[in-house]
T-cell receptor, first 112, second 112 residues
Framework: DAKTTQPTSMDCAEGRAANLPCNHS???????VYWYRQIHSQGPQYIIH???NNETNEMASLIITEDRKSSTLILPHATLRDTAVYYC?????????????FGQGTTLQVKP | DAGITQSPRHKVTETGTPVTLRCHQT?????MYWYRQDPGHGLRLIHY???????DKGEVSDGYSVSRSKTEDFLLTLESATSSQTSVYFC???????????FGSGTQLSVL
């Protein structure tokens, strides 16, 4: 599975969009980009995933560059409850079932 | 964490004692997983299950055993707890397509 690089921490004002970047320059053609987040003392929560097209769901939007070497998770209107550690993971769905490599992620602090 | 219950939520035990953690799901998902989370190591897979009585080892399985006699229950047993097994344990479930994992709220285990 490809390695990802994320900033250690970010701040965002409440009500503004939070844009969380992720670099995955060694991504393979069959690997998806997944985003999870972990709110303090809770289990990780799936947010969104995509292969090459931009994706949107009720939680967030995922923008993947055309060369697929980087992506951005967008929380359109961040709230205080979005304060969490956000993990970008790249993997092929059929590979090593369950072996998620979460890394250190980005700690997003949403401020009033 | 809808549909996934971990018990107990917190446990303190002594070195050398057996400990069993339980994961119960109401989603009828086929795959279940046990992870541990430690500072500096992220989430690491202990054991996982493809179905009833069908289990396999993850990356940190030494000292742990699992059982799955029913679709909804996945038990993690520490036969003789050690201080190095002090950790937060997360259960997760998914469907075989493995598009996304759903995690429980975790069990904080302290081995003294």
């Amino acid at each position: 599975d490809a390695k990802t690089t994320q900033p250690t921490s970010m701040d965002c004002a409440e009500g503004r969009a939070a844009n969380l970047p992720c670099n995955h320059s060694t991504i393979s053609g069959n690997e998806y980009v997944y985003w999870y987040r972990q709110i303090h003392s809770q289990g990780p929560q799936y947010i969104i995933h995509g292969l090459k097209n931009n994706e949107t769901n009720e939680m967030a939007s995922l923008i993947i560059t055309e060369d697929r070497k980087s992506s951005t998770l967008i929380l359109p209107h961040a709230t205080l409850r979005d304060t969490a550690v956000y993990y970008c993971i790249v993997r092929a769905p059929s590979s090593n079932t369950g072996k998620l490599i979460f890394g250190q992620g980005t700690t997003l602090q949403v401020k009033p | 964490d809808a549909g996934i219950t971990q018990s107990p939520r917190h446990k303190v035990t002594e070195t050398g004692t057996p400990v069993t953690l339980r994961c119960h799901q109401t989603e009828n998902h086929r795959y279940m997983y046990w992870y541990r989370q430690d500072p500096g190591h992220g989430l690491r897979l202990i054991h996982y299950s493809y179905g009833v009585k069908d289990t396999d080892k993850g990356e940190v399985s030494d000292g742990y055993s699992v059982s799955r006699s029913k679709t909804e229950d996945f038990l993690l047993t520490l036969e003789s707890a050690t201080s190095s097994q002090t950790s937060v344990y997360f259960c997760a479930i998914s469907e075989p397509s493995w598009e996304k994992l759903f995690f429980g709220s975790g069990t904080q285990l302290s081995v003294l």
